[in-house]
Every structure is written in C-alpha cells, then in structure tokens.
C-alpha cells in the first residue's frame, strides 16, 4: 500500500467495448490485471470538498466496471512534497492519472497541471470543473492542461465552449459528463415542512447574504417558513461564516459539516430551496443537482450558464422580495408544487453516478488503446 491517502475498491469484472480494442482493455483490464486509476485532488484533510467527496463516490462507482481507484494527494503542493509524491505514484504503476481541478488545498499551485507531463502513469486526464468562474489568470493557468493530460473532462457544455472560446479549439480530447447528486434521496415518512433552505459551501460569493435577507424579509412580515442554512467551512472562511451568523436573524437554523445523509433527510422533509448564486444556476452546481435529486423547487437567479433546460426546472427570482413572493404561490398552490417537484424527480433520473462512471470509464479505455 502507499503511503498516502486512498481508497482501495472492489474486483469484480467490467462490460465490453468496441471490437477494435484489446481483450484485455474491454474487460477493464490491462496485462496486468483491472486498469488502476489515480484520481488527484487537493488534499486529504479537509473535511468537505465538493470534488474530493465527487471523486469517492466516482472511484466507488468505477469499481463495478473493472478499474481500482485510488484518491490520493500529497502532503502539500511545494516542490519537494509533489516530488515525493510523483515518485509514490511510479511506485504504484497506475495506469491512468487524473487530476480533479480546482479542488480545496491546491492553492494557487501549478504543480497539478503538469503532473501527466511527469510520467507518473501511462496517461493522463484532467477534469476542470468550473471554469467560467475563474480568474483571468487562473484560466490562462489551465492551458496547460493540454499537453499535459490525453483528455480534458467538462461538467456542461456551456463549460467546455468557455473554455475552447477563450483558449481556442486545440490540445487534448474533450468529454462532457453531467454533475451528479452527492446527496442521496431520503423521503420524509412524515411529509414535508414549511423550512427554506440554504445548501453549499460557506464562503463569500456563494449568495449566502441574499438568503439571510429572505430569512429577515419573511420574519418581518410574519410568514410560517422556517429557515435552515446546511454547508461546510474551510478555515479560510471560519470568520466569515461567524460574522454572518451574528448578523442574521436569530431564527435562522445553522448546520455545518453534516453527513450527505443527515443533508438528504433535510432536504426530504423541506418545502423548497433558495440558492441566489450570484452569477446565476448552472449545470455545475452540485447543491442544485442535490436539491433537484430530492425533488425540492429552487429559488434562484440565472445568468450566462444558465442554459434553456436549467432555466425550465428554476423557479427563477431577483431578489428577496420576489423569492418570498415565490414561496407564497408555491405554498397556495401544493399541486403546482408537486408538478414541479415531480418533474425535478425525473430529470434527475438520468443523472446517476453509474452513468457518469460508464462515461469516465470510455474515455480511459480510449485514450488506454491509442
């Protein structure tokens, strides 16, 4: 075993391929034996990453289809411990590296974007997973992804055009795969309440502010909704997130770093959810996708990733009066509700961790054959 942070999985065989391609490599398997995947992410202390916790449950679901999967990172990004760390990864003879970007303890460092240019693997992928929303720079950072991975990966279209728009139609094969739930379904044996809820990281720039002014707006004037503000905390943020708490209404409920099962069951029994990203929903945001899986409408505003289809399943408001004006059509018309949560309840269907694996798993088995 290495030494460093992974997950070992499961050993059972995986499905067929196109005929052009090796025996070995249909079955999931290299000549020596299943294909063993390397799945990089920022650090192995923090307690909620949206990506990291994405990259478990995308290396358990990949287990059934015939690859072994590791969830490593070094020990820090500075040039010895990614050095230390390439050679644990040569050690480990894995078959493919790839990278999960940006992810929480990376830091600035440009060291993931060059690993597949280091030879710790047979290939080398990489998936970027919110670039409309970096820096000038930061974008600029990601060219290099390149020449070092044989595939880049997108979680939209929209995402992928961005990218290709601004650093030109060149490089690496590119793959488009959905954002998954990492929050399961857990109905409520007793129905739902009246409670709005806040689901995501606790940071600057999330909409968190314009939640708590629907929270005050509502208390004002009386209304029966309960409010309940779920995410995690980087020590980064640790005094942002008190500084909110002080500031908001005393009635607004706080849980920070719940299990995805504690988050499901409070998203069952919730009535809806208002998330006011401010630069609008998109197809990225795993606490949208989280929501939607549990069947609860979504207060929210769009903006230029907010495609057609994204923008039919929102229930689309501005601000706080208009999100609690929402709530009060929603709450006078339960079968309009239930429409909307039924149809939430669908689309989600087809937008499983099996799916999403069987498409990473084509795209390593092609790049494997090449």
């Known amino acids: 075993m290495l030494e460093i942070d992974s997950v070992q999985l499961g050993n059972q065989e995986g499905s067929g391929l196109p005929a052009k391609q090796?025996?070995?490599?249909?079955?999931?398997?290299t000549?020596?034996?299943?294909i063993r995947v390397a799945m990089i992410v920022g650090d192995d202390h923090t307690l909620h990453c949206g990506v990291k916790d994405g990259a478990f449950q995308l290396a358990a679901a990949l287990a059934p289809l015939g690859f072994d999967v590791d969830v490593l990172a070094p020990k820090a990004w500075t040039f010895s411990a990614v050095r230390r760390f390439v050679g644990r990864l040569r050690q480990g003879r894995y078959d493919v590296l790839h990278v999960q970007y940006p992810s929480i303890g990376y830091r600035g460092s440009l060291a993931p974007h060059v690993l597949g240019l280091l030879r710790a693997a047979r290939v080398a992928v990489a998936t970027l997973h919110e670039f409309s929303s970096f820096t000038k720079l930061q974008q600029l950072s990601t060219h290099l992804f390149r020449w070092s991975g044989s595939t880049?990966?997108?979680?939209?279209?929209?995402?992928?055009?961005?990218?290709?728009?601004?650093?030109g139609l060149l490089g690496a094969t590119q793959v488009v795969f959905p954002v998954v739930s990492q929050v399961p379904r857990v109905p409520s044996s007793s129905?739902?309440?009246?409670?709005?809820?806040?689901f995501g990281q606790i940071r600057p720039g999330?909409?968190?502010?314009?939640?708590?002014?629907?929270?005050?707006?509502?208390i004002k004037l009386g209304r029966h909704y309960e409010f309940h503000a779920i995410g995690s905390i980087s020590k980064a943020h640790e005094a942002y997130a008190r500084?909110?708490?002080?500031?908001?209404?005393?009635?607004?409920?706080?849980?920070?770093?719940?299990?995805?099962?504690?988050?499901?069951?409070?998203?069952?029994?919730s009535f809806a959810a208002y998330l006011p990203f401010p630069d609008g929903a998109s197809e990225r945001r795993g606490s949208l996708a989280a929501a939607w899986f549990n069947g609860l409408p979504v207060l929210s505003l769009t903006g230029p990733a907010t495609t057609p289809t994204i923008r039919e399943l929102l229930v689309v408001v501005h601000n706080a009066q208009e999100a609690l004006s929402a709530?009060?059509?929603?709450?006078?018309?339960?079968?309009?509700?239930?429409r909307i949560s039924r149809g939430l309840r669908e689309y989600s269907e087809n937008r499983s961790w099996e799916h999403v694996a069987r498409l990473h798993a084509d795209a390593y088995r092609a790049i494997l054959c090449t």
């Open 191 to 198: 129905g739902r309440d009246a409670t709005v809820v806040y």
């Open 327 to 338: 709530l009060d059509e929603l709450a006078g018309r339960p079968e309009e509700w239930e």
């Open 243 to 269: 500084s909110l708490a002080a500031k908001a209404a005393p009635e607004v409920r706080w849980s920070f770093d719940l299990s995805f099962e504690d988050v499901g069951r409070i998203l069952g029994r």
């Open 152 to 167: 880049i990966l997108f979680v939209s279209e929209f995402e992928r055009s961005n990218f290709n728009r601004r650093l």
């Open 206 to 218: 999330k909409g968190l502010e314009a939640y708590l002014d629907l929270a005050r707006h509502s």
């Open 22 to 29: 090796s025996e070995s490599v249909k079955s999931g398997q």
């Open 31 to 34: 000549a020596r034996g299943r």
